[in-house]
């Protein structure tokens, strides 16, 4: 029986380093030192945050190595917020999620349990090491005069956002207009849902993700009108150039909070805890913090970032989730959930009549 | 008076020069704007910033490893369809058993079935809650959202191009010639070997290679059940996708051009064969 023992942990090792290359995997099972071991963390996260992790996950794994000595390679996937949370209900083994917003990380927790129910209470601020908003992007010299949320919902304006369903900045965009509505007409909720009305039956083609509608707007060069992450819109002018867009902030918007968390069933599962812990830890450091602000997010602690990044962000007056519309459970029940005021105001194809 | 009616007489089987050249003009323009004007673009683009930039492509792991995976993938699913699709269409040509047209109509499926929808069905099995999904956590076998996954969902799509190619040329071929060779002392096997397999040869690789160009091309049925990691589970097209999407668009083209050149090779082997082979082709093949 103890002849077993030595071959089972073997197997372990060489499930623990089964995601880096083949070779590296069985150098480090014969070896008695598991830090050694190199390994690799699958980030699942959303859209638009494909530059930024690129930068944050070299920046940790040179941090990772100088403390621990082992190496650690990154994977990301991204898409659509909604649609990623999906797939890691059905099978995508993430160690950690870094998703648009705490309701899609809440049904994984509530479809199978592969995350801990307290997830947002493990991290500070949320467990949002970064937050941003909605913005609005226009064609240069804004030929169409969009200068706020009203603008967007008159007769003839073309507007992209993605879908709802599929995307977690849309799910953004959506209560931003809808908050604007709400302050304007001192919170009639028959008003909102009116004007948000309006705004989609302008929309031409919802994408399944963020990144999908700025190329829809940026490359495609359809729509008037983007709604976007505030990153999104300020990566979108420095791709292509201040000659090309305007970014116009409107005079309200939402409080985005894009939540980061283990996957316990899938770290306890690999033996990867700790350096999937250490790597969510390291968006907290100054180091990352000043990453995150160059990277056009507005970050934790600004303090710790260029003073001239934080600069770039305008003063506008956001809403948070919690106070406008209870918390994310119940916004996704009044709004995102089948048969929910988005399936009730939005019909495919109402652009083109 | 002969040279009159010569002019104006003409065979009810040849249409007028007019008509002819506006057919063949018809005929030319379609071709070079549905098929070779993309593809022209996605070399142009691809060489837009000169080829250092194009090459820098392939100068990352990630892209590299979609290039692998890829290869990987026809190299396991164009062989499994290989011995399917003969299997299948010998026991379809040479013998009656029940159940025979409900074979015929599954190996169509996958070619009336959405390649989404086929990722999806997938998903609804080996998903963390689907059919299996339990029993495969439970043995730590990992099948969507990795190799296994993206092999079977392309297996499934690029199902029916071996076996469809051969049908039609087998029961064409009937019988007789096994026949002459059982009664003559040959085994099951050796008749096979000797009889139906030289007679199927061509038809078989022209099989292959279009159950290999797509294999390697699938990107509905494969992005489903791939999870877009990118150097894990990414495959050239999918890559292609994420470098368009990162505004990375020289990268992009470089990969689909690749991914055209393969094609393009693909397709230049079926031509050899065509031209080398063509009498043989001509009379067994339908394309």
């Known amino acids: 029986m103890t002849r077993h023992v030595p071959a089972l942990s073997r197997r372990a090792l060489l499930a623990y380093g089964a995601g ?121 010299g804004n030929p169409k005069q969009i200068r706020d949320w009203a603008d967007l919902a008159k007769p003839g304006i073309s507007v992209i956002t993605p879908n709802p369903k599929t995307s977690g900045g849309a799910r953004w965009n959506y209560l931003a207009a809808w908050a604007y509505e709400l302050a304007r007409t001192n919170g009639d909720a028959a008003k909102a849902k009116a004007f948000v009305e309006a705004i989609y039956r302008n929309v031409p083609v919802l994408d399944t993700g963020a990144r999908g509608s700025t190329t829809t707007f940026v490359q495609r060069n359809l729509g008037d009108v983007l709604i976007a992450w505030e990153n999104e819109a300020y990566l979108s002018v420095q791709e292509f150039g201040a000659d090309k867009f305007d970014i116009i902030t409107p005079s309200l918007s939402i409080l985005a909070e894009p939540p980061v968390t283990v996957v316990d069933q899938v770290v306890d599962k690999r033996g990867t805890r700790a350096v999937a812990q250490a790597y969510l830890e390291f968006l907290y450091t100054p180091e990352a913090q000043k990453i995150i602000a160059k990277n056009f997010y507005r970050p934790f602690k600004p303090e710790a970032a260029d003073p001239a990044d934080i600069a770039r962000f305008p003063q506008l007056k956001l809403v948070t989730i919690d106070q406008q519309f209870g918390g994310w459970a119940k916004a996704h029940k009044d709004h995102f959930a089948d048969g929910a005021s988005f399936d009730q105001i939005y019909r495919p194809g109402a652009a083109t009549r | 008076m002969s040279d009159v009616s010569r002019a104006t007489f003409r065979s009810p089987l040849q249409e007028s020069l007019a008509v002819r050249w506006l057919l063949i003009l018809v005929a030319v323009a379609f071709l070079a704007l549905v098929v070779l004007l993309p593809l022209a673009a996605v070399f142009s683009e691809a060489l837009r910033k000169g080829p250092e930039a194009a090459l820098a492509a392939f100068d ?228």
């Open chain 1, 20 to 140: 880096a290359a083949g070779t590296a995997a069985l150098i480090g099972a014969s070896r008695p030192v598991r830090a050694q071991a190199p390994v690799t963390l699958v980030n699942v996260s959303y859209d638009p945050t494909r530059e930024l992790y690129r930068f944050l996950n070299e920046a940790f794994a040179k941090h990772w190595r100088e403390k621990s000595g082992q190496q650690v390679t990154i994977r990301t996937s991204h898409g659509g917020s909604g649609r990623q949370a999906r797939s890691v209900i059905d099978g995508l083994e993430a160690d950690v999620v870094t998703l648009a917003l705490g309701g899609d990380i809440d049904a994984i927790v509530e479809n199978g349990g592969k995350i801990a129910a307290n997830w947002q209470s493990r991290l500070p601020n949320n467990s949002s090491p970064y937050t941003s908003t909605i913005v609005l992007l226009v064609r240069k």
């Open chain 2, 60 to 287: 990352d792991e990630a892209t590299w490893s979609a290039v692998t995976l890829t290869l990987t993938v026809a190299a396991i699913t164009v062989p499994a369809n290989l011995v399917f699709g003969v299997a299948a269409a010998w026991a379809i040509a040479k013998f009656e058993f029940p159940g025979k047209s409900l074979l015929i109509t599954l190996i169509d499926l996958p070619f009336s079935v959405s390649p989404v929808v086929s990722g999806l069905v997938f998903v609804l099995v080996f998903g963390s809650h689907g059919l299996l999904g339990p029993l495969l956590s439970a043995w730590n076998i990992k099948i969507i959202f990795a190799l296994p996954g993206i092999v079977l969902a392309t297996t499934f799509v690029t199902l029916p191009f071996i076996a469809r190619e051969l049908i039609p040329l087998m029961q064409e071929q009937g019988t007789a010639e096994e026949e002459a060779a059982l009664t003559l002392g040959a085994s099951g096997l050796k008749a096979f070997l000797t009889v139906t397999l030289p007679n199927i040869r061509w038809a078989l690789l022209y099989g292959v290679l279009l159950c290999n160009a797509r294999a390697m091309g699938e990107f509905g049925a494969v992005a489903v059940v791939s999870g877009h990691i990118r150097g894990l589970t990414n495959t050239m097209p999918l890559h292609v996708e994420i470098l368009y999407n990162e505004y990375n668009f020289v990268g992009a083209f470089a990969v689909a051009a690749l991914l055209a050149l393969l094609a393009l090779v693909t397709l230049g082997a079926k031509s050899l064969l065509e031209w080398r082979y063509g009498d043989a082709l001509a009379g067994k093949s339908r394309h």
